[in-house]
């Protein structure tokens, strides 16, 4: 059993975000809370909701409707608002006001900062544009940018409307946003002339107006020229930003709508098949992960927040939603954390003085490959927390992360959950100690269990299915024009429980860890484990920067484990390599896990937030159909596993 690695001091614990809930909770205790807001989740919510400061402009009559059944949870019935009231309006008139919200580096190192004064100017001026040109409630507006300070403008502007955002990932090709945009029955699009990513000029406008020849319902395009490029004009349906915001009202009230109201669609990864539309409300999404990031991970209003990602991920707006509403300022990147150099991410961290950095695990395999001069080369004692999500860490990466980034004292938070929760599910608090790769256990208000196939909870040390027992005020409001698929994939399993489909434990000590997708599973010879077991010992020997374990057909055993892995910077990709990544695992989980084949690529088939796609990985090695691949950033490594496994 590991050690643990890291405790709060008891001052650091007497001033969290979360000592101080549990004390406005009238609870004893962290497990206290969990089970107060288990016996009572309209009380755990109401109080919730009232400690975040979101306004409402009519309040409520009802915190949750069952009535049509858990999975159909209906919010806040009765009451109306807009996210902008609490993200926005309230810091009117408060020192906040003339704060920076937002600081923003480009690729090329150009600075800039807005003020919340400014961005809400910016909002506003752009809300007043879209309404002059017909949008309003009930339209869905795809928004097709990087993450430069106007993509906020365009989130914020969209919603206080009173019409849905559809982020799109600013790498996707036409054929990804026309899929997208015809499944949101999108009305309008804001886009950019060009961004820059790893030195080149990607011309974004041109890839939009490809995928608009086969979207016919979009009427509008509203065009930002960021970089004054020569483009392609179409005078009936594109209109500049700048010509439309021009001479707009300073403040423009938001239009009001129902609480639970939808405010986000987000298209899910798709690691599993065709990308899902979830359905994120006012009230939901932005009190669940102002939370998840206030109270639980102590985010504070002095913070400076960075979490290097794309507004077509739910990092994108979750940064935006919980930074604002916390009074924070967020520090927005335009590219990559590794170029122009390998150590950017850490240069930005000392530059821009940031105190709450967000990480993914494939992230720092990704930078670890540069060694640690790369770090130790930057000043980081900024640094007060740092939250990861995105998938299970190895302990290796986990690890280096905690001592060449954190310094052994800013803490790793580990939170797990998904565009679907709206939100976590696990996380890690000032009140937990840390273990490598763990969680401290179960947000309030979530109910999380880790129930066998029979659906009873499993004990200490044996794996089994993450759920959750309640419906969270975060959740998917359903997928978007597809009940079927919301019921299926979350709720058929167990009655009423919704299960997540990760494979989760706890320890002898109460922290829990998440061991990759249970869709994942491998069983040979009659035993299970999950890919992420077998790629945390492949990646344990040092060999190798990255692994997908996946079960191949055999005709004795029934399926065998294959690894694809992309050597460390050094390694020869040969026999002799192959043998020892092999020696590690059989070392680890038996003979009987031992690979029987291995590949070895420059790179691995992943999605637009990092994630290893294995059913790609598999797919290729087998020559079948990989199904969509929209969400790829990547599409190049696909052709690469099939050659490679094709010898």
Known sequence: MSEIVWRAEPSVIERSNIKQFIDHMGATGYDDLLARAAADPDWFWDRTIGYLGFVFQRPYDRVRDLSDGAPWAKWCQGGTTNATLSLLDKHRDSPTYDKPAIRFESEAGDVRSWSYADLDRETCRLTAALAELGFGSGDTIGIYMPMIPEV??????????????????????????????????????????????????????????????????????????????????????????????????????????????????????????????????????????????????????????????????????????????????????????????????????????????????????????????????WDLSSLRVVPSTGEPWTDEAWNWCFEHVCGGKAPLFNWTGGTEIGGGILVTTMMHPLKPCCFGGSIPGMEADI???????????????????????????????DPERYLETYWSVYPDIWRHGDWASRDEDGLWYVHGRSDDTLKIGGKRTGPA?????????????????????DPRAGQQVMCVCVPAPGVAADEATAGELRNAVAAGLGHAFRPQAMLFVSDLPKTRNMKIMRRVVKAAVLGRDPGDLTALVNPEAVDEVAAAASG
Request: aromatic share 6%; glycine share 10%; charged share 25%.
């Open 152 to 377: 906020v403008a365009a989130f914020f502007a969209t919603i206080r409307l009173g019409a849905v955002a559809v982020p799109l990932f600013s790498g996707f090709g036409h054929e990804a946003i026309a899929t997208r945009l015809n499944d949101a029955g999108a009305t309008g699009v804001i886009t950019v002339d060009s961004t820059r990513r790893r030195g080149r000029q990607i011309a974004m406008k041109a890839v939009m107006d490809q995928a608009l020849e086969e979207v016919p319902t979009v009427r509008r395009q509203i065009v930002l020229r960021d970089h004054d490029d020569e483009i392609a004009w179409d005078e009936v349906r594109d209109r500049d930003w700048r010509e439309i915001t021009e001479g707009q009202p300073d403040f423009v009230p938001a239009s009001i709508v129902a609480a639970d109201h939808p405010m986000l669609l987000v298209y899910t990864s798709g690691t599993t098949g065709k990308p899902k539309g979830t359905v994120l409300s006012h009230v939901g999404f932005t009190v669940k992960i102002s939370f998840d990031l206030l109270v639980c991970m102590d985010l504070k209003p002095d913070d400076r927040l960075m979490w290097i990602s794309d507004f077509g991920w739910v990092v994108g707006p979750m940064i935006t939603t919980v930074s604002t509403l916390a009074g924070a300022t967020m520090v927005l990147v335009e590219g990559t954390p590794d170029y122009p150099d390998p150590g950017r991410m850490w240069r930005l961290v000392e530059q821009h003085e940031v105190s709450f950095l967000g990480v993914a695990p494939t992230t720092i395999r990704g930078l670890m490959r540069a060694g640690t001069e790369e770090v130790d080369k």
């Open 451 to 481: 129930l066998d196939d029979a659906g009873n909870s499993v004990p200490a040390g044996e794996v089994g299915e993450l759920v959750l027992r309640a419906p969270s005020i975060g959740l998917t409001r359903g997928l978007w024009q």
């Open 533 to 553: 077991e077998i790629e945390g010992l492949v990646m344990a020997t040092g060999l190798v920067s990255e692994a997908a374990a996946i079960g191949i057909p």
